[in-house]
T-cell receptor, first 113, second 117 residues
Framework: GQQLNQSPQSMFIQEGEDVSMNCTSSSIFNTWLWYKQDPGEGPVLLIALYKAGELTSNGRLTAQFGITRKDSFLNISASIPSDVGIYFCAGLTSSGNTGKLIFGQGTTLQVKP | EAGVAQSPRYKIIEKRQSVAFWCNPISGHATLYWYQQILGQGPKLLIQFQNNGVVDDSQLPKDRFSAERLKGVDSTLKIQPAKLEDSAVYLC???????????????FGPGTRLTVL
């Protein structure tokens, strides 16, 4: 089946540093979504990307939809302690009039104050 | 606007017992999803409803899992009988419409953490 390869698996950084994570696939997706999950909670949508090449920002977060439609990256600038959590990429496939969300394995981010 | 509601938040059962989870989606959202998230992994879709009809249940272990959304609003996911490998977080999500065409962002509830002993 379709799989997303998300990297890195985990990151431990100093507060104030920038962070970059990416997601690749052998399949094409029509939409890329980036979610953050805190312990004991469900994933929360951070950024949605709809067009190949699209670059979208949400505060300190920036994400891009790869030109090939097979990859996406997420950058976090000037990290702060509350950025700690697990970040998931998700690609939306389509078949006729239905869509299916495929998730990556997640990137665990830890920020040292 | 209220988010996706799920209950219970935690459940501990012994193998071979039955368990049921409940989900109430965001008001007006036609599409409802149940996901299974095993520790250390991303969520995996179990079943997708459009109103009260099943759109995709290809990854639902139908010998033990069942789900319904009788009135097109809230939904119940049941496991009977449970196995050790069913220990996971069960997430419910909803969206205004199906993922394609158009924008099908999914909004998640807090999940139910199931432990099977």
């Amino acid at each position: 089946g379709q799989q997303l390869n998300q990297s890195p698996q985990s990151m431990f950084i100093q507060e104030g540093e920038d962070v970059s994570m990416n997601c690749t696939s052998s399949s094409i997706f029509n939409t890329w979504l980036w979610y953050k999950q805190d312990p004991g909670e469900g994933p929360v949508l951070l950024i949605a990307l709809y067009k190949a090449g699209e670059l979208t920002s949400n505060g300190r977060l920036t994400a891009q939809f790869g030109i090939t439609r097979k990859d996406s990256f997420l950058n976090i600038s000037a990290s702060i302690p509350s950025d700690v959590g697990i970040y998931f990429c998700a690609g939306l496939t389509s078949s006729g009039n239905t869509g299916k969300l495929i998730f990556g394995q997640g990137t665990t981010l830890q920020v040292k104050p | 606007e209220a988010g996706v509601a799920q209950s219970p938040r935690y459940k501990i059962i012994e193998k071979r017992q039955s368990v049921a989870f409940w989900c109430n989606p965001i008001s007006g959202h036609a599409t409802l999803y149940w996901y299974q998230q095993i520790l250390g992994q991303g969520p995996k879709l179990l079943i997708q409803f459009q109103n009260n009809g099943v759109v995709d249940d290809s990854q639902l272990p139908k010998d033990r899992f069942s789900a319904e959304r009788l009135k097109g609003v809230d939904s119940t996911l049941k496991i009977q009988p449970a196995k050790l490998e069913d220990s996971a977080v069960y997430l419910c999500a909803s969206s205004l419409r199906q993922g394609y065409p158009g924008r099908g962002e999914q909004f998640f509830g807090p999940g139910t953490r199931l432990t099977v002993l």
